[in-house]
C-alpha cells in the first residue's frame, strides 16, 4: 500500500498537495540527519513528496544568503540520502525558476538549469536546489531511484507567507496593501513596477504535482509554468482593485528591483496535460486576497 509523506506540508503547496503524513518543521528539523531518520522509521513512507525548504521573496534571499545555502542544501541532501536508505519507492522534489543561470537565453527550459551562475540575489537559494537536481541525477544512475523533481515559477495562495520584509511579492503586497488601506497610508512597492513574472496559483500546483506524482516518472525535471508574464505594476493594479483601496501607492525604486524576467517555457508540460486549466491570476489574487482577510489573525506574516 502507498504511504505519501510531504516534507513542508504545513506551507503553501503542502496546504495543496495529497498526501497520508504532512510534516511541519515543529515535527523534526529536517537539517539534522539524525531527526530525518526518526521520522522515516517511524513512518515508512513508500513515496516522498520534498516540498521543505527556507523559502522567500528577494528580500529574504539578498539579506540571508548563507542561511539560505545551508538550510536548503542540509534539508535536500538528508532528504534524499534517508529516501535511499529508506528504499522509498519514488521521490518528487521542489526546484524553481529562481535557481536558472541569470544570463541565459530565453525563455528557460529544463535543460539550462547549469548553463551560467544566478542571480546575485538568491545566490545562496539557486545553488543548494541546483545540487538537488544533481543529487537527483547521480542517485537516479547509481542506486536506479526514480527521483523526479518539478520546476514551478512564483507560487502564491492561501497558507503563503505573508511577511513584509521575508515574503514573495504577492502575499508581501497584499500585506501592505491591507495595512495602508487600514492605516491609511500610501502603499509602497519596491523598484519600478517594470520587471515581470510569472504567477501560478497554489492550487494550480497542488494538481500538477499530485500528477506528476502518479504519472511523470523521468529524472529531467518539468517546468511547471502558465507561460504567462506580468508585470509587477499588474499585479498592483489587481491587489489595489481587490482591496477597493483609494489612497497613494508609491514604487519606490531605492529598494530591491530584483532579476528582471525569467519567462519559462511550458511545452513540456503542454505535451503531457494539453488541456489544463490554469487559474487566472485574476482570480487567484481575488481569492487570496478574501483568504487574508478572513484569516488575518492566524496568517503567517
Ligand atoms: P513555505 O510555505 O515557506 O513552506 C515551507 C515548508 O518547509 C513549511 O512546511 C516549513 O515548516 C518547512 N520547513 C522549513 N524549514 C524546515 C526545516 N528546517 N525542517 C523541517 N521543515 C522545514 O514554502 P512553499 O512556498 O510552500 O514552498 C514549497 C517548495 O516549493 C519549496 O521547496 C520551495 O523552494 C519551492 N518553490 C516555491 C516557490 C514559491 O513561489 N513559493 C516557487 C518555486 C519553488 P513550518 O511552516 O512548520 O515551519
Ligand atoms: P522573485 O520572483 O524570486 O524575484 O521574488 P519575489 O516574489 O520577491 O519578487 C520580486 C519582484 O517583486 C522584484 O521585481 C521586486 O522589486 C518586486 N516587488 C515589489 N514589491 C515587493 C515587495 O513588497 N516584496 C517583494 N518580495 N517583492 C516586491
Redesign the pocket.
Known amino acids: 500500500m502507498n504511504k505519501v509523506l510531504i516534507t513542508g506540508g504545513t506551507g503553501l503547496v503542502g496546504s495543496m498537495v495529497k498526501g497520508d503524513i504532512k510534516l511541519g518543521s515543529k515535527d523534526a528539523d529536517l537539517r539534522d540527519f539524525n531527526q530525518v531518520k526518526a521520522i522515516f522509521e517511524k513512518y515508512k513512507p513508500t513515496k516522498v513528496v520534498h516540498l521543505a525548504a527556507r523559502v522567500?521573496?528577494?528580500?529574504?534571499?539578498i539579506k540571508a544568503k548563507g542561511e539560505f545555502y545551508f538550510d536548503n542544501i542540509m534539508i535536500n541532501t538528508n532528504i534524499l540520502e534517508a529516501c535511499r536508505i529508506y528504499n522509498v519507492e519514488k521521490t518528487l522534489s521542489f526546484l524553481?525558476t529562481?535557481i536558472f543561470p541569470d544570463n541565459v537565453e530565453y525563455p528557460l527550459t529544463e535543460d539550462k538549469i547549469h548553463l551560467g551562475a544566478p542571480?546575485l540575489?538568491?545566490y545562496g537559494y539557486a545553488y543548494a536546489k541546483r545540487m538537488l537536481d544533481v543529487q537527483s541525477y547521480v542517485y537516479n544512475d547509481q542506486y536506479d531511484m526514480n527521483c523526479i523533481s518539478v520546476i514551478p515559477t512564483?507560487i502564491f495562495g492561501p497558507n503563503d507567507n505573508f511577511n513584509?520584509e521575508n515574503?514573495?511579492?504577492?502575499p508581501?503586497?497584499i500585506h501592505?496593501c491591507y495595512l495602508a488601506k487600514q492605516n491609511n497610508t500610501p502603499f509602497?512597492?519596491?523598484?519600478?513596477?517594470k520587471?515581470l513574472?510569472e504567477f501560478i496559483y497554489s492550487e494550480d500546483i497542488g494538481k500538477l504535482t499530485n500528477w506528476a506524482l502518479e504519472n511523470y516518472n523521468s529524472v529531467d525535471p518539468i517546468i511547471l509554468s502558465t507561460s504567462h508574464e506580468v508585470s509587477?505594476k499588474f499585479v498592483?493594479g489587481l491587489i489595489v482593485n481587490a482591496f477597493n483601496f483609494k489612497g497613494d501607492v508609491i514604487f519606490d525604486t531605492s529598494?530591491?528591483?530584483?532579476?528582471f524576467r525569467?519567462p519559462a517555457d511550458n511545452s513540456k508540460l503542454k505535451s503531457y496535460l494539453p488541456n489544463f486549466k490554469f487559474t487566472s491570476i485574476e482570480e487567484g489574487i481575488l481569492k487570496t486576497v478574501k483568504w487574508f482577510i478572513k484569516n488575518y489573525q492566524t496568517a503567517r506574516k
Do not use: Y
Open positions: 522567500g521573496g528577494v528580500g529574504g534571499n524553481s529562481c542571480h540575489s538568491n512564483n513584509i515574503g514573495h511579492v504577492i508581501s503586497l501592505k509602497i512597492v519596491w523598484g519600478s513596477g520587471p513574472r509587477i498592483v529598494l530591491p528591483e530584483g532579476q525569467k
